[in-house]
Protein backbone atom coordinates (compact mmCIF):
# COMPACT_ATOMS: atom_id res chain seq x y z
CA UNK A 1 0.00 0.00 0.00
CA UNK A 2 2.73 2.24 0.92
CA UNK A 3 4.23 1.63 -2.74
CA UNK A 4 1.16 2.83 -4.26
CA UNK A 5 1.19 5.61 -2.31
CA UNK A 6 4.56 6.75 -2.76
CA UNK A 7 3.67 5.73 -6.58
CA UNK A 8 0.82 8.29 -6.68
CA UNK A 9 2.70 11.17 -5.29
CA UNK A 10 5.56 10.69 -7.34
CA UNK A 11 2.96 11.13 -10.66
CA UNK A 12 1.05 13.75 -8.75
CA UNK A 13 4.50 15.86 -8.30
CA UNK A 14 5.33 14.93 -12.14
CA UNK A 15 2.01 16.39 -13.62
CA UNK A 16 2.75 19.59 -11.50
CA UNK A 17 6.53 20.29 -12.59
CA UNK A 18 5.12 19.33 -16.41
CA UNK A 19 2.49 22.15 -15.70
CA UNK A 20 4.89 24.85 -14.27
CA UNK A 21 7.30 23.81 -17.11
CA UNK A 22 4.46 24.48 -19.70
CA UNK A 23 4.09 27.75 -17.78
CA UNK A 24 7.67 28.76 -18.10
CA UNK A 25 7.54 27.81 -21.93
CA UNK A 26 4.97 30.41 -22.52
CA UNK A 27 6.31 33.16 -20.74
CA UNK A 28 6.30 36.28 -22.55
CA UNK A 29 8.57 36.55 -25.04
CA UNK A 30 12.22 38.28 -24.55
CA UNK A 31 11.86 37.32 -20.84
CA UNK A 32 14.25 34.41 -19.70
CA UNK A 33 13.98 31.52 -17.76
CA UNK A 34 15.85 33.28 -14.49
CA UNK A 35 13.32 36.37 -14.47
CA UNK A 36 10.62 34.16 -15.08
CA UNK A 37 11.70 32.16 -11.91
CA UNK A 38 12.27 35.28 -9.86
CA UNK A 39 8.27 36.59 -11.02
CA UNK A 40 7.09 32.96 -9.72
CA UNK A 41 9.62 32.53 -6.16
CA UNK A 42 11.27 29.52 -7.93
CA UNK A 43 14.89 29.00 -8.07
CA UNK A 44 16.57 28.68 -11.00
CA UNK A 45 17.65 24.85 -9.75
CA UNK A 46 13.71 23.99 -8.66
CA UNK A 47 12.94 24.84 -12.02
CA UNK A 48 15.70 22.99 -14.15
CA UNK A 49 15.82 19.95 -11.74
CA UNK A 50 11.98 19.04 -12.01
CA UNK A 51 12.72 20.22 -16.34
CA UNK A 52 15.34 17.25 -16.16
CA UNK A 53 12.74 14.89 -14.89
CA UNK A 54 10.29 15.68 -16.83
CA UNK A 55 12.09 15.01 -19.75
CA UNK A 56 12.87 11.65 -18.90
CA UNK A 57 9.66 10.77 -17.61
CA UNK A 58 8.59 11.44 -21.49
CA UNK A 59 11.52 9.87 -23.03
CA UNK A 60 10.77 6.31 -20.71
CA UNK A 61 7.46 6.49 -22.20
CA UNK A 62 8.80 6.69 -26.10
CA UNK A 63 8.88 2.87 -27.55
CA UNK A 64 12.05 2.15 -27.81
CA UNK A 65 12.61 2.62 -31.61
CA UNK A 66 12.04 5.97 -31.25
CA UNK A 67 14.06 6.76 -28.65
CA UNK A 68 16.78 9.07 -29.79
CA UNK A 69 20.32 7.22 -30.77
CA UNK A 70 23.36 7.88 -32.43
CA UNK A 71 23.86 6.65 -35.73
CA UNK A 72 27.41 5.97 -37.59
CA UNK A 73 27.37 7.56 -41.09
CA UNK A 74 29.30 5.70 -43.79
CA UNK A 75 31.55 7.32 -46.14
CA UNK A 76 31.17 6.92 -49.64
CA UNK A 77 34.20 5.87 -51.22
CA UNK A 78 34.86 8.70 -53.56
CA UNK A 79 37.29 9.49 -55.73
CA UNK A 80 39.61 12.97 -54.58
CA UNK A 81 42.72 14.48 -55.53
CA UNK A 82 44.84 14.78 -53.01
CA UNK A 83 45.45 18.67 -53.67
CA UNK A 84 41.69 19.06 -53.55
CA UNK A 85 40.79 18.99 -50.15
CA UNK A 86 36.86 18.03 -49.48
CA UNK A 87 34.89 20.81 -47.64
CA UNK A 88 31.98 19.63 -45.32
CA UNK A 89 28.55 20.67 -46.89
CA UNK A 90 26.99 21.19 -43.22
CA UNK A 91 28.85 21.43 -39.74
CA UNK A 92 27.09 21.31 -36.10
CA UNK A 93 28.28 22.65 -33.07
CA UNK A 94 26.92 22.59 -29.62
CA UNK A 95 28.32 25.28 -26.93
CA UNK A 96 30.72 22.93 -25.64
CA UNK A 97 32.98 23.20 -27.98
CA UNK A 98 31.94 19.86 -30.09
CA UNK A 99 31.69 19.79 -33.19
CA UNK A 100 30.72 17.26 -36.59
CA UNK A 101 31.40 17.89 -39.79
CA UNK A 102 28.98 16.42 -42.80
CA UNK A 103 30.07 15.75 -46.15
CA UNK A 104 28.87 15.08 -49.40
CA UNK A 105 30.41 11.90 -49.85
CA UNK A 106 28.35 10.21 -46.45
CA UNK A 107 25.76 7.56 -47.91
CA UNK A 108 22.34 8.09 -47.46
CA UNK A 109 20.74 5.62 -44.59
CA UNK A 110 17.83 3.36 -45.29
CA UNK A 111 15.45 3.51 -42.82
CA UNK A 112 14.33 5.78 -40.02
CA UNK A 113 16.48 7.79 -38.48
CA UNK A 114 15.74 10.37 -35.27
Not at 15 to 37: F, K, Y
Not at 48 to 74: G, I, N, S, T
Not at 76 to 102: F, H, Q, W, Y
Request: proline share 6%; charged share 25%; aromatic share 8%.
Amino acid sequence: MAEQTSLVAQQVRLMHWAEQIRECQNRLEGMDVSTWCEQNNITKANYYYPLKRVRQMYLDQLPEAEKPAFVELPRLKAERTATVPEVPVMCIKNGNGLSADIFSSVAPLSGRVI
